[in-house]
């Protein structure tokens, strides 16, 4: 059957956040040691990060980087990480097993932002922390006033106060394997009381309370529950974090998961909307998914770098094309759930489970998951609109019914529609009816292609897993009178279509 698409241009889903276009830096492996930190390297700026790195973040685009963890979060005291560096400790990262040096911390982190063009969203560690010692960060990074911790950002040599806006408050406390991991009502009454501190101090941030670590997680919906009925009125939202894994080398059935994490997000959105119900509050929780990737290949190779070392080379997945593909996957569902979903993080950037991959002393490389995500925050902008597609769909072991097909769908302000479309199918290109309908029901909208990026993931279907073929498949104008477009997917591809509107 002939794939049919419709996109009707006054069908809005949503605006589209900017910050689901998010990653994440945590202390954790090469991330920040060897990985964006390398005093000495031939490309060190004067405060020791590396500009060849830089170079490759600052095309993402990225709406904010959330830092320091993280699990490594559940165990940081931030104190250790601001001051003279001669006078920081170095620590065991009881998270990661890892030596912490404490050469970076939330000053050389936030002022990397600001060269970077984008924002942090910071963690307040609610583990081994407390409710005061967040509000001390909170005073450290945002304080105007002649304070204390103001103050000791200012002799620390920054007098303007850094405005950070986005807070998380702590990170998976549900999980056994956090430090000082919480029960749901635990971490729900520890949040709350955080939460309305931070705010008497800083009435403009906004929190992110912490749902589960994924959705399989024994306590998931319950923990939800939990933490809504005591924080509702205090946060702004409630965190979801997903990865997903190809461990049986089932590619259909792995490139089914991005339904999955539609469902993911409906069920959480419905669990915020039920809150709100029972709360005097005015106020809406939204969602922040704010750790999604794919996330197996380190696991599966057994490698087990060093204990206790700087840096210890952990989670250097290296990703293939079918990983680039459920990349986009996740992507094309963010937009088309921007209803609810404001925030969104890839975990991470640099070196652990990331686009992006440093050589300590050498050079730098992106990965296949890098394209995707790059293309999609740069051409992702606008608003959602709402796309019906209809077409062949396939059985695998994870579910019936997977639509070969995925799109999303976007309208920029100057009207040009970009489509994402992703087909599953290892074997075969998909024909594609594109129909672009106007906003009264036969009003058709004449479209031409002015750029057709396509990518296929073939290097994972033929055994060379670094390769996946990125050349623009096709480019340039392909008028047409009727509102209509017929183009071939190529088999097992991630295409980006941008169109030329008259309206
Ligand atoms: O992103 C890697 C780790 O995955 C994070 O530290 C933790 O929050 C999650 O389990």
């Known amino acids: 059957m002939k794939t049919r698409i419709r996109i009707d241009v006054g069908a809005v889903i949503s605006p589209i956040d900017d910050r689901i276009y998010g990653s994440f830096i945590e202390h954790m492996g090469r991330a920040i040691y060897t990985g964006i930190f390398e005093p000495g390297h031939e490309t060190a700026d004067e405060y020791g990060f590396r500009r060849d790195v830089m170079d490759l973040i600052r095309p993402l685009g ?11 979060l559940s165990g940081y005291n931030w104190r250790d990480g601001v001051g003279p560096r001669g006078g920081r400790p170095v620590r065991m990262d009881a998270a990661w097993f890892a030596l912490e040096p404490n050469l970076v911390g939330t000053d050389e982190f936030l002022q990397y932002c600001e060269r970077l063009g984008t924002t942090a969203m910071m963690g307040v560690n609610l583990g081994t922390g407390s409710p005061a010692e967040a509000a001390a960060l909170l005073e450290y990074v945002n304080g105007v006033l002649p304070t204390a911790y103001a103050d000791m950002r200012r002799a620390n040599g920054r007098e ?24 749901a009502e635990e971490y729900s009454r520890a949040a709350c009381e955080t939460a309305k501190l931070m705010k008497w101090i800083d009435p403009d941030i906004e929190l992110v309370a912490c749902g589960s ?20 009125p205090h946060i702004d939202y409630l965190s979801l974090h997903q990865y997903y894994e190809n461990n049986d080398d089932d590619i259909p059935a792995f490139l089914a998961r991005s339904i999955e994490m539609e469902e993911f997000i409906r069920e959480v959105a419905g669990y915020c909307a039920e809150a709100k119900k029972g709360q005097s509050a005015d106020n809406d929780v939204y969602l922040s998914f704010d750790e999604w990737n794919v996330w197996y290949h380190f696991r599966k190779s057994g490698k087990e770098p060093p204990l206790w070392t700087v840096g210890r080379p952990i989670e250097e997945e290296t990703y293939d094309g079918a990983d680039a593909l459920l990349v986009g996957l996740m992507l094309n569902t963010l937009m088309r759930n921007s209803d609810v979903v404001k925030i969104a993080c890839l975990a991470q950037l640099v070196n652990v489970i990331a686009p992006i991959m440093t050589e300590p002393g050498g050079g730098v490389r992106v990965q296949p998951i890098y394209h995707p995500f790059l293309h999609a925050s740069r051409h992702g902008r606008g608003e959602a609109l709402r796309s019906d597609v209809t077409g062949d769909t396939y059985d695998c072991a994870v579910r019936r019914d997977v639509p070969y097909v995925d799109c999303a769908a976007v309208r920029h302000a100057d009207g040009e529609i970009v489509l994402f479309l992703i087909n599953r199918d290892m074997a075969n290109g998909h024909p594609c009816d594109i129909q ?3 906003q009264t029901p036969d009003a058709a909208v004449r479209a031409e292609i002015i750029e057709w990026l396509s990518m296929t993931g073939s290097g994972s279907a033929n055994g060379q897993p670094e390769q996946m073929d990125t050349r623009l498949s096709q480019s340039g104008s392909q008028p047409n009178g009727n509102g ?19 309206k």
């Open 484 to 502: 209509m477009l017929t183009i071939t997917l190529p088999a097992f591809s991630w295409n980006m279509l941008r169109l030329a509107s008259s």
């Open 62 to 72: 990225l709406a904010q980087i959330r830092y320091p963890g993280g699990n490594f």
């Open 436 to 438: 672009i309908a106007g």
């Open 160 to 183: 303007l106060p850094y405005g950070v806006k986005l807070w998380c408050l702590g990170n998976e406390m549900d999980g056994p394997w956090q430090i000082c991991a919480k029960t």
């Open 213 to 232: 670590s994924y959705r399989a997680m024994p306590t998931y919906g319950d923990w939800e529950k939990e933490v809504l009925r005591h924080c509702y």
